[in-house]
């Protein structure tokens, strides 16, 4: 296993292998610990500046991100990271939260919109939210290693060759609404007026349009929206009437747009930062995985991106995930008796503990998910998976505080 070595200016050295070494520079107080996973050591001496050549590949992503930083016969540093897709539902909640409001026990408040002002480079925080993280693993890297030079795929998405692989010509100026006065009149001639679950045996002459996923998740998108009859589409949400299986959900796109979307947004803003950065396409990507015979991973594929992907690994992997920061949610939604809400936010420190600390129980490296007054807490792995309901407080070691970004070390071997 590698530990990734500073100067004494705080600038990446080459990693080192010599555990030994290590710890004696750390008891002799030459060194000290800058951070535990991946664990990485600052110099208290002067040395040489010296490195080897280092190549970043990026695998990017709406999902995951795969990272794998290499010279030309080793690999230095891997990572997959999974990021956050809870945003739009967040957002979603937020809106309802805020318009609800103007019902309550307060004053009047007139709608507000003629004060909002969208700039020209504006992006929906789901996808900003994405671009920044790709931008922050990327700097990240660039902490404990001295890259030389950033290799990063991005790859173009005709979403209407998708849907319709003969599209020719106007056709992509003729999209699934063309000569329709709005959405509804489109499904509703979609399904020929006709309610999809009874097909007419109610006899019910009023038509709904119904979500088939939810309005947070699946927005007012055609493959989302199915005509029902009002006898049934009242009795589906009452639990009396379920939805045939030939009743689904069509083509989502949303990972396709997100990568139509950021590629050369984080392209370019790479560029500002740093001095050799090129881009790759995924049909190389997946060519040379094949012909080098390499499972199908993102931390490969990033591999092959940088260019070398012969190289030499140890079969340690950093899985990382992305988390929510903050919770601003100052009270539960629902009202308890005499008209009071619940507080929602939990104390910062509980038994000298916070949210998503990294500890030590029975030997295990996991992660506080839940905390109780009483000193009770709830730990999970990295993949969510439990460890434990409810553990003392007394019984954990701190391992290291909370990050917005979890880490854990893996080994991985093909």
């Known amino acids: 296993m590698l530990t990734y070595v ?34 990485t050591i600052q110099l208290l001496y002067k040395t040489g500046n010296t490195v080897q050549e280092v190549n970043l590949g990026v695998d990017a992503g709406s999902k995951h991100i795969g990272i794998s930083a290499t010279t030309k016969d080793q690999v230095l540093y891997e990572a997959d990271v999974e990021l956050r897709n809870d945003i739009k539902e967040l957002i979603s909640t937020r809106r309802e939260s805020r318009h609800t409001r103007r019902g309550r026990k307060t004053r009047y408040r007139a709608p507000r919109f003629n004060n909002r002002r969208i700039c020209d480079e504006w992006l929906s925080p789901s996808v900003r939210q994405k671009i920044d993280c790709h931008l922050k693993v990327i700097e990240n890297v660039h902490k404990i290693l001295p890259v030389a030079k ?30 329709f006065w709005n959405i509804r009149e489109y499904v509703l001639f979609r399904d020929n007026h006709e309610c999809q679950c009874c097909h007419g045996k109610s006899k019910d002459l009023i038509l709904n349009i119904h979500h088939i996923e939810s309005r947070k998740v699946g927005g007012n998108a055609p493959n989302n929206l199915i005509t ?46 740093y001095t050799d950065v090129s881009f790759a396409y995924g ?59 619940k507080k929602n936010q939990a104390p910062y420190l ?43 407080f007394k019984k954990l070691s701190l391992l290291e505080t909370s990050k917005h970004y979890l880490t854990e070390r893996r080994f991985v071997f093909f």
């Open 6 to 39: 500073l100067n004494s200016n705080g600038q990446p050295l080459m990693p080192t292998s010599r555990s030994g070494k290590v710890r004696r520079l750390l008891k002799d107080k030459k060194a000290k610990v800058i951070k535990r996973c991946p664990f």
């Open 150 to 179: 950033i290799m990063i795929e991005t790859a173009s998405f005709d979403l209407q060759k998708i849907k319709n692989p003969e599209i020719s010509g106007t056709d992509y100026q003729q999209g699934d609404k063309f000569n």
């Open 350 to 392: 509980v038994n000298g503990f916070r949210l998503y600390d990294k500890v030590i129980y029975n030997s295990h490296d996991c992660f506080i998910t839940g905390r109780r007054s009483s000193g009770q807490f709830m730990l999970k792995n990295l993949d969510w998976s439990k460890v434990s309901d409810s553990v003392s």
């Open 228 to 273: 029902l009859c009002k006898t049934c589409h009242t009795n589906y949400h009452k639990g009396k009437v379920k939805m045939p299986k030939t009743i689904h959900r069509g083509m989502k796109f949303n990972d396709t747009a997100f990568m139509g979307l950021m590629r050369w947004q984080v392209y370019n803003h790479l560029k500002e930062y």
């Open 283 to 341: 049909y190389k990507t997946k060519n040379t995985r094949i012909e080098k015979s390499l499972p199908k991973e993102h931390f490969i594929d990033a591999r092959c991106i940088s260019g070398n992907p012969e190289a030499i690994s140890d079969g340690v992997v950093y899985y990382q995930k992305k988390i929510r920061c903050h919770n601003r949610q100052i009270y539960k939604f629902k009202v308890n008796k005499g008209g009071t809400r």
